[in-house]
DNA sequence: GATGAATGAGGGTTCATTCAT
DNA sequence: TATGAATGAACCCTCATTCAT
């Protein structure tokens, strides 16, 4: 391994630590309430070290936020790999609650800009619109060929990102209703079961 | 009207008015990034002002918390003033739409508190227990009757919860995936029909 | 006096102590090299205190120089007070040294805009223009009636600036050329009656 | 050329640069206003690089400062190639004034140092002790010999200084009077004949 | 020589709160 | 009561400088 390399990968391992701590932090205060000390602390540096890594604590935010959604976006529509609406809308669901429950604060984060009204997002918003319609399409597709009941695809898609995202984001009351304490696991697999059987009878597919 | 009388009316309007204002900026910015002097400007108070009628930001955060929770907590769980399942569901599905299109505000400050981690909720989360356990008892008893499918009755109640409170807490998603400009007026009669079939058919409620 | 009254004036002398402060700290140091610190502690008061007055440095710095320029700007110009170029010209160069050497720092304030290219001044400018050409025109009449020998009027303005403001922006080059100390007086009377007879003898109007 | 030559000529190259940078941006934001960084980026280096070939920037600012009074020292004061004082002072003015618009930066470089009270320059005045008196015997000559009329030489010095620097340190506001822009071009010859004409009057020199 | 990184001090500004009046 | 003023802490960020490499 080169100087330049090992330069490049010390670099990037700080760059790692700043985003990670920049994602904790903005998703449990906030931009506003999250404060640059917070940040640098939970990423290992000092304050000016931070302002040498970021420019701006707003730019930094942005540029977190689109980093998640962009990681992250394959997992917001309904994907069209297989024919099966079945299998397409139980993947979608385990793969949305497994991300929910292992990155929570990424969710989160996520949550905390919508609920603000998402004047950073918005901006690039136009992008996701393309991929609503081609899941809309889909699943108008199954219900013309008679696979599943007459939903709204709209609401429909709504309605399982409310349910898997409810697992991240209000995980504290997850945790109350589930009489589960801090630092107990939660139960992936029953949950998984529970809302795939919720969406799947909720389109008439499930036939138990 | 006495002089007295007329002094706590006055005294209460402001405390009216405070509470209205913390309300607002609590759930878009959070008990961090809000900030007093926001709260004093939007309640059409000066900042000393302020702190004549609330003694610390913190006080005016859980006491504001404390009170939507209260003024809100009929509409938590399923009632049991009807023995029909499908009235029960309806109607608590209903209620909790309408009211998340009307206060959003209000549930995304309750929001913002459980992603948090609840901190300061949780030290009166115990005086809801009675409430979800009653729920879940209900529950059992219609699944018992053959009334409804075999459900679980805490992840059912998290279902719904989830789902209604969705249209508050991200809003302008819904507005992104419904294509509503923010002062275009959400279709509320919509999203109750909605999504009540969706839980009526996920428990085997509806016959269509 | 009433109370309201006492509170202005109060208030008032707050104002003024930070106007002094910012005059003498802007005047040797400049806009960016002037801390809101040092102009703080020179009024006697703390940083944030200062800002309970002022809102920013930038604004404050504004607000000095033009009030410096509206106190000013009486001496700015040739009055036409007299119809006697020897009185006018003398009165104005007696005037200006005895500002210059009363309030060296004033001077050096506006000297330091301008060195620095005026980018906040020349957004007041337009108000001068008329100084600058009913001076000329003065100067024009006085030249054509053959009261004075024909000197270019705009420069001949300008020269005089030149020579009665050096005494306060190179206050410390005059003490030494004088072989004064800091605490050793200028001999104002000397130096009106040298630079006086050096403008009029310029222009034709003394006969020594 | 060798190699250790061609070297010596590179670093030379840099600390022309620098001094160029230094030159800008000390004139136009003295000494605590400039930033070593501007200084840096104007010079074509980056900061470490920077304190690679200086130490301080208190230090950049005296070796700055005596650099352009040693270059420019010989402009300083009349010098005594002639014997005629016409020629003499014609000389001077024309120098001076050429110098003052074609390196403005220079001399308001000095003039801000004597405005913040000369703390640095004072410190090497004494040099400059000798060459005033030697301009001021020289104008007693002339004064005895009935040359020139009875003027004060050392006020004589330090008008002629005054007037000639103005066009430097006062650019903007000499543009403005002249109703010049910024990329216009200074009439140099018209302000040096005006000049040059004013200060041979004011001594009794000039028969127009 | 030159670069990335680090640091401690200080920049301007706003914060929540308190205290006179 | 409610306002002007004050304060100490903290805010985000930039400074000049140094030190490895």
């Known amino acids: 391994m080169t100087a330049n390399a090992k330069l490049l990968d010390r670099r990037q391992k700080i760059h790692l630590a700043i985003r ?3 994602i904790e932090e903005f998703a449990s205060k906030g931009l506003d309430g999250a404060s640059t000390q917070a940040i640098a602390r939970r990423a290992g540096l000092s304050k000016p070290q ?3 890594y970021i420019s701006t604590k707003e730019e930094l935010y942005e540029k977190t936020l689109l980093f998640i959604i962009n990681e992250w976006s394959d997992q917001f529509f309904l994907s ?6 079945k299998t397409v809308i139980s993947e979608y669901i385990a793969t949305k609650i497994r991300h929910a429950l292992a990155q929570p604060q990424v969710c989160r984060l996520f949550a905390n800009e919508v609920a603000r009204g998402a004047p950073i997002l918005r901006r690039h918003w136009s992008a996701s619109r393309e991929g609503v319609e081609r899941a809309a399409e889909l699943m108008r597709g199954w219900i013309e060929a008679g696979k599943i009941k007459a939903v709204d695809p709209y609401l429909f898609q709504m309605e399982m990102w409310a349910v898997t995202q409810h697992f991240a ?9 589930l009489d589960l304490d801090d630092d107990q696991p939660i139960d992936e697999e029953r949950i998984i079961t529970d809302v795939t059987a919720l969406f799947l009878r909720a389109c008439g597919l499930d036939n138990s």
Do not use: N, T
Not at 169 to 177: G, K, S
């Open 20 to 22: 990670d701590a920049a």
């Open 50 to 52: 931070l302002h040498y």
């Open 80 to 85: 069209s790999v297989s024919d099966d609406p």
């Open 169 to 177: 984001d209000y995980e504290a009351q997850v945790r109350f209703m």
